[in-house]
């Protein structure tokens, strides 16, 4: 069975920390309001660490936790205690809701920041760089693996996992019992990749789903401009679902033709600031994706 849930991010929750983020509680009300039974974690810190406090705001809103996500620099070994504080506070918070997906994702880096969505142009790491980069990777991983959860690598534009030829590499690289694939359709087009058929080759390897569309035009000029990441949310990049160049019926037929089953999770990612209606942009992806039967 396919379930769908949302994240924080879809109400412009990137950073814990952000003054312009709603409450937890807003997020939580708004996501059930909308349809969903099901919420990743957001940034660790957004919601509250106390178990007993957000079991209750969960249990509240008929919600589930589903898992969270390590956006953090593993590309930077020097930031590596900030990656091991957001790893291990996150693995603890996940464990004690019973959620099971562990999300690593390289976060941006300024090297990779002006070539998003240029693949020919994007610097690569050297063989050292490279290997230790990943090694940072393999050691979340087993952390995660540790305390029971399913671990898996997500592709982010900007980062040193963003294209599809060093996505299949880190892929190659490590056991598949140890990192598995969080696949997320938007990033994938932001790269300038074919989500649908990077589907049909690895979906064997992919456990959980990001389901976000991009809005063709504003890519188009994002990548021309070399436009920040940042603002290109803002700019509406993410658009809503079935309203970009995903093609997500055909998505809905590879998970159903492979037997997938568990969370498929919307994120649209926005500008906290900005003029859209999250709630109701919520509404509209949960609508859309039951018109053509999630």
Known sequence: MIRIGNAPCSWGVEFADDPRNPSWRKVLSDCAAAGYKGIELGPVGFMPEDPAVLADGLAENDLTLIGGVVFRPFHDPAAWDDVWDGATRTCKALVAHGAQHLVLIDSISPRRAPTAGRAGEAEQMGSAEWKAFTDRIRTVAKLGVDHGLTVAIHAH??????????????????????????????????AGFDPVAFMQRHIGRISYMHFKDIDPVVKADAV???????????????????KGDVDFASVRQILLANGFEGWC????????SGSTSPIDDARANRDYLSSIGF
């Open 157 to 190: 534009a900007a980062g040193f996992i963003d294209f599809e030829p060093e996505l299949e590499r880190l892929l190659a690289e490590t056991d598949e019992a140890l990192l598995k694939i969080c696949f997320d359709t938007g990033h994938h087009s932001y």
């Open 224 to 242: 021309s401009k070399r436009t920040g990441f940042y603002e290109a949310t803002g700019q509406g990049i993410f658009c809503n679902l079935g």
């Open 265 to 272: 999770t919307v994120e649209q990612d926005c500008d906290p």
